[in-house]
């Protein structure tokens, strides 16, 4: 303190007028890009809320597909809900269990072998493959063959999500200390154990809301599902036979008829499918909170 | 015996108990277990590249080089020629860069080094707010929102370049649109800028505190610090968190179809409609019943993989070797 007040002759907390200048427009410059991404984002909420809150109703969410000419006020979009639904939740039954298998695989049994590294390299490269190219995959191999389905579309969402739950998995298993685990071996625990009972519930908080994630992800997905459940208007409760159908896909549809009651179908489904992927990040967000033991 | 079992490399160092010879069966079957499921993503990546390259032959032969780099799109005639879509494809990704660079950065750099910590993480939930809404929404608000909004900006802006003569070439001509290759742009940057923020924001968090109060102590300002101890840092970092942002831009499928105008021209005009790769298979697939249409579809498909898989394995290289060099320092 003595110190500093003896410096006072020199003044080297002023910078000159011009370069404080251009560290004040820089701030500035740094909050105006923030304001920047908020713009449109405000914009697309209150549109989407504006059209879609009155659309929204209890008949809106289970009610069966109209015709296009006709309003809102007739039907709904069940259906779609119910693909939506279903399909996702059938894609993530395939791909967390599979996800967070493979994350245990490259962070417990990997170790530094080159195998390990070039999966959790693919797994990074296959988070960045478009969505559109999982859904020609998907087509390619199973709807040729085996024709369009609910589960054709499950497949191609669950092939999306794995890699975002292998790295999350991973990554929240990187953060466990070793402590722990080593405490467990000196007890004569297995490694399968070790891992289940002791390293897995360590980071079970993270691995939950990075699969919740990728859930809110697939969920909001057209193109995987435009290739491979066809989309239909009537409600097909066979999820492996037959076309489908779900949110996104009738958002997508709709957009571009003329008629004002398919277009507020389309906003309703909007909010809809936007609530769900809101949901979802906030019980993560949640769980985080709450179950998060090694943050990052 | 015991060289064998050192070699064996499905004995993991911790549980290689040398009181016993073989590890219990349910302990072993759980590895397994975990190696096929981590197979998997090999296998799908290999499984992605022969599928769609098989469906595909029948385009690539056909057509041949030069049928696949043309110009000339007519599934009536049979003329399939991806270049436009290609440009499309490159043109829109670039607009979409050129606007989320600098805002994304600008994000990076406020959360990093402006806001304090504990006001930082609202912000945070803001960009991932950005992040969860569907593609679709997005499409959606910019074809039935946006578009017919900034039709009329575009007129304008049209109307009073004529005869200027570089900005004309680009933002002028005749045929201006509300869904344009600059609408996709633009919708594009606003999806990317929550990746290439966060990316950003990682890469930038690494930069050593020391390097920062160096900087300081030396009596620069806030921005001189970032321009001479954050930047020179993550410079390598932020590129490829950019190009990992180009990577999904490119991507883009449901939302680029909606507001692109879908137009197979090549044109320098930006307001005027376009297409890129992604969207024409959307639109065109169900169409495309049987033969080579089909086929040149998904052969785009896998021009895309292609693309998307060199930029976002040059980005990850990027990445990794920057951090790794950080490490080390």
């Known amino acids: 303190m003595a110190i500093a ?103 417990e049994y990997g170790g530094n072998q080159v195998l390990a590294r070039v999966i959790n390299f693919f797994a990074d490269v296959m988070t960045g493959v478009p969505s559109i190219i999982m859904g020609l995959f998907i087509f390619t191999i199973w709807v040729l063959h085996f024709g369009y389905s609910g589960f054709a579309g499950a497949l191609a969402l669950a092939c999306l999500m794995l890699p975002i739950v292998i790295r999350s998995t991973y990554e929240m298993l990187h953060l466990v200390p070793d402590s722990l685990r080593e405490a467990s071996y000196a007890l004569g625990a297995t490694k399968a154990r070790v891992t289940l009972t002791v390293v897995l519930p360590a980071a079970i908080g993270g691995i939950v809301s990075g699969a919740l994630l990728a859930v809110a992800r697939a969920a909001g997905e057209t193109a995987p599902l435009v290739f491979t459940i066809l989309v239909t208007q009537t409600l097909n409760k066979n999820l492996f036979y037959g076309a489908n159908t779900a949110l996104s896909t009738l958002i997508f549809q709709n957009a571009t008829q003329p008629y004002t009651g398919a277009q507020a179908r389309a906003w309703g489904s909007a909010l809809t499918l936007i609530a769900i992927a809101f949901i979802l990040m906030i019980v993560a967000r949640l769980v985080t909170a709450r179950f998060a033991r090694y943050d990052r | 015996m015991s060289i064998a079992t050192k070699a064996d490399p499905a004995l993991p160092a911790g549980s290689a108990s040398p009181l016993t010879k073989r590890r219990p069966f349910g302990d072993r079957s759980f590895q397994v277990l975990c190696l096929a499921a981590g197979l998997l993503v090999l296998i799908i990546l290999a499984l992605i590249a022969i599928s769609m390259t098989q469906q595909s032959t029948t385009w690539f032969t056909t057509a041949g080089w030069s049928g696949v780099f043309s110009t000339n799109w007519d599934p009536a005639h049979n003329a399939y020629g991806a270049l436009p879509f290609i440009y499309g494809t490159l043109v829109t990704a670039a607009i979409a860069i050129v606007i989320a660079f600098p805002v994304s950065v600008g994000i990076a750099l406020l959360l990093t080094e402006v806001v304090p910590r504990r006001f930082a993480r609202p912000i945070v939930y803001v960009i991932d707010l950005l992040a969860v809404v569907p593609s679709v929404v997005w499409g959606l608000w910019g074809f039935l929102v946006l578009a017919p909004w900034l039709q009329k900006i575009y007129q304008s802006i049209a109307s009073g370049l004529t005869g200027v003569p570089v900005l004309s070439t680009f933002f002028g001509g005749t045929s201006v649109s509300g869904t344009s290759f600059f609408t996709t742009g633009l919708i594009l940057a606003i999806m990317i800028t929550p990746i290439v923020t966060s990316l950003s924001r990682e890469v930038i968090a690494t930069v050593p505190t020391i390097d920062r109060e160096g900087a300081y102590a030396l009596g620069a300002t806030r921005w001189e610090m970032i321009r001479g101890a954050v930047w020179p840092h993550s410079q390598a970092g932020v590129v490829g968190a950019v190009l990992l942002g180009l990577g999904r831009a490119m991507g883009e499928t449901i939302a680029a179809a909606l507001v692109i105008g879908s137009s197979a021209t090549i044109t320098t005009h930006l307001f005027n409609p376009g297409y890129s790769m992604p969207s024409v298979i959307a639109n065109e697939f169900g169409e495309a019943t049987v033969g080579e249409f089909r086929s040149a579809l998904i052969g785009m498909g896998v021009l895309l993989f292609v693309l998307t898989i060199i930029i976002n394995l040059s980005a990850r290289a990027i990445v990794d070797r920057s951090a790794r060099r950080s490490q080390g320092a």
Do not use: C, H
């Open chain 1, 5 to 107: 007040s003896e410096q006072q002759t020199v003044d080297l907390r002023e910078p000159s007028g011009w370069r404080r200048t251009k560290n004040q427009i820089a701030t500035v410059g740094m909050w105006v890009a923030f304001a920047v991404m908020l713009v449109p984002l405000g914009f697309v909420l209150f549109t989407v809320i504006a059209k879609g809150a009155s659309a929204i109703s209890w008949q809106f969410l289970t009610g069966n597909i109209p015709i296009n000419v006709l309003p809102v006020t007739f039907g709904g979009v069940g259906p779609a809900v119910y693909g939506t639904l279903v399909i996702t939740g059938f894609a993530s039954l395939m791909a967390i269990p599979l996800g967070v298998l493979g994350g245990i695989y490259i962070n």
